[in-house]
């Protein structure tokens, strides 16, 4: 492949290009200069403030609240969509122990992964308003189960006390069926001989789980990990659409914080590129420390 | 998505000669399989309920919906979905959505193949800064860069219009399109490209006629991966399109037919327009369900 592989280089990469260049790389480079004026939206005019942008965010009690959701969201999500994930999932795959060395999973399984898996294509605005109609305090789903069977139910959404909780459920919820199926498909090529051989040494199921499957998927875990992160890093469009952040900032993420600051009653575009920095910067340094965190010896499956 | 083979014979050496050790053993298993099952089918209705409660509702009066949100309707009401369709311009913003979605889709697929396809295929000087470069932009949430996109896209002339929306879309998908079709066209064989290119086969041709048919699975699998998520797109629509009703896309419409129940009190057309919006989803899902499944877990698994 010598000859005449210029011109064919230069007509596919040029367009791709292009288009990657003006609208996404140079936006994050932009948002680095826009993040060190006091630009206020719509005029040309902007002054080179340093950074003064990050000095009044460290003084910010509205960021430090919302970052504190994100803190939490950000150690809660993976933990409990992890466990879950790999519970369902090795349920899928092996929990149907028949006869003696004959390892299989539940009837069903494929059935059961396509339904868990179906929330994870749903627009995000569908999951929202959804999960905001089965919370909602009269006609609701879980309220009218609750009272259906004698108990009183909480205003889920409106009571600050309950409704960063709701949020949280809901963000497990459309998770959870994605990394079922991750997990499974990775427990599938853990070769059987494995676990006949663990059987045989009379190894309990949740030995096997914890000895023998959660150390050969390390590897995805991990991966798992970093996304679910990003994730609840992120978690915006879920928030802004179910609570908008509310009800008294219980609910607030950076996200929104960034968002309302921006778009919302005043324009301060410096002051919310500047909470996309400090974003970038925290997202890359939880995806680093995640994958560092993790790191084990690899296992190789021949 | 491989299962392991539920109904494997017994391989174990000398399985049938203890049966006695295997009754205590079965018990156990029985009591598990139950109690797991149980989880499954609980996970199971916790996944369903909500979409079920909605396209339930979506048949109901508003008076039946308050009255008793866990009964069924007393005949079908298919006017909910007509209120919702033209009274609410679901239809529209449905139709605003394929065009969008259509060009969006066709220009991700074309610039990424491209791209892709020469990373996987030349050697050039930089093809691994560039390619980086691609790879890199998985990171990052899309509303870190909001704040200067929108002024990109503005400063285009691109604000407001379908064609602005469907560039963004595409230069947001190549990343994940890059890296996956990248390392699907490095799997191919080369032999087939060599030998066409001793018969005198150009560069370009080898390409669209020879290349590009045996990708045909990896182009299906992320060009529906690239449906879903532009026809899932909210964050990019709201900022970008803001303004002119007639132009929106089906997540805005929506959100505004959700904004406007709070006041309407039409429970009923809601959850019409939500059951309308995730049907698409769905056909796509059952239909292409294997490919689905791959391919956003292979997003992942970088």
């Known amino acids: 492949m010598r000859h005449g592989k210029w011109p064919l280089i230069v007509t596919f990469l040029v367009p791709p290009v292009l288009l990657y260049v003006v609208f996404v790389v140079s936006p994050y480079l932009q948002a680095f200069q826009i993040s060190t004026t006091d630009w206020l939206g719509y005029s040309a005019d902007a002054n080179f403030v340093g950074l003064e942008n990050f000095r009044n965010l460290w003084r910010d009690d509205y960021v430090w609240n919302a970052l504190q959701n994100n803190a939490i969201l950000l150690v809660l999500v993976p933990v409990v969509t992890i466990v879950l994930g790999l519970f369902f999932s090795s349920m899928l795959t092996m929990g149907g122990r028949k006869g003696r060395a004959g390892i299989g999973g539940v009837r069903g399984t494929a059935f059961y992964r396509t339904v868990y898996f179906f929330p994870q294509v749903l627009s995000v605005v569908i999951i929202a308003l959804l999960w905001k109609e089965v919370y909602h305090p009269n006609k609701g789903l879980l309220t009218s189960a609750l009272n259906g069977i004698g108990l009183s139910a909480p205003t889920w959404l409106g009571d600050p006390a309950t409704a960063f909780w709701c949020v949280l459920a809901v963000m497990v919820w459309s998770n959870v069926g994605f990394y079922v199926v991750l997990f499974g498909a990775a427990m599938s090529a853990i070769p059987k001989e494995i676990y006949e051989a663990v059987m045989l040494d009379g190894a309990s199921r949740l030995t096997t789980l914890r000895k023998v499957t959660i150390p050969l998927l390390w590897d995805t875990v991990q991966v798992a990990w970093v996304y679910l992160a990003i994730f609840a890093l992120d978690g915006f469009i879920l928030v802004q659409l179910m609570t908008n952040g509310g009800p008294n900032f219980s609910t607030d993420v950076i996200g929104v914080r960034m968002y309302d600051t921006a778009f919302g009653s005043e324009t301060k575009f410096g002051y919310a590129s500047a909470m996309g920095v400090v974003m970038f910067f925290l997202t890359l340094s939880v995806a680093v420390l995640a994958l560092r965190a993790g790191r084990r010896e690899r296992i190789e499956l021949s | ?282 056909a796509v899902y059952v239909i292409f369900q294997r490919q689905v499944q791959s391919g956003l877990t292979a997003g992942q698994l970088k």
């Open chain 2, 1 to 282: 998505m491989t299962t392991l083979d539920r109904t494997a014979p017994p391989v174990t050496p000398g399985g049938p000669a203890a049966p006695s050790a295997d009754r205590p053993l079965r018990r156990e298993l029985g009591i598990a399989n139950l109690f797991s099952h149980g989880f499954l089918l609980f996970w199971g209705a916790v996944t369903v309920l909500p979409l079920l409660w909605m396209a339930i509702s979506a048949f109901k009066t508003n008076g039946e919906i308050l009255a008793d949100p866990w009964g069924l309707p007393e005949t079908l009401r298919f006017d909910n979905f007509v209120r919702a369709w033209t009274g609410a311009n679901i239809g529209r913003y449905f139709l605003n959505s394929l065009v969008v979605v259509a060009g969006s889709v066709s220009l991700t697929m074309l610039t990424g193949a491209t791209a892709a396809y020469v990373f996987a295929r030349y050697e050039f000087r930089g093809r691994q800064i560039v390619y980086y470069l691609f790879v890199g932009g998985l990171m990052f949430p899309v509303f870190l860069a909001l704040v200067p996109l929108f002024f990109v896209v503005r400063n285009a002339g691109l604000f407001g219009t379908w064609t602005g929306l469907i560039l963004v879309y595409a230069a947001y998908s190549l990343p994940f399109t890059v890296f996956f079709l990248t390392a699907f066209f490095r799997t191919l064989p080369t032999s087939v490209a060599e030998a066409a290119l001793v018969d005198g086969c150009g560069h370009f041709r080898l390409f669209f006629q020879v290349m590009l048919p045996m990708a045909r699975p990896g182009l299906i699998s992320v060009g529906i991966f690239n449906f879903l998520q532009h026809w899932n797109q909210f964050l990019l629509p709201q900022v970008l399109m803001q303004g002119d009703e007639d132009k929106w896309v089906l997540a805005q419409g929506l959100f505004a037919l959700s904004v406007s129940q709070g006041y309407a009190g039409d429970y009923a057309r809601l959850f019409a327009g939500l059951t309308i919006a995730v049907l698409p989803v769905l």
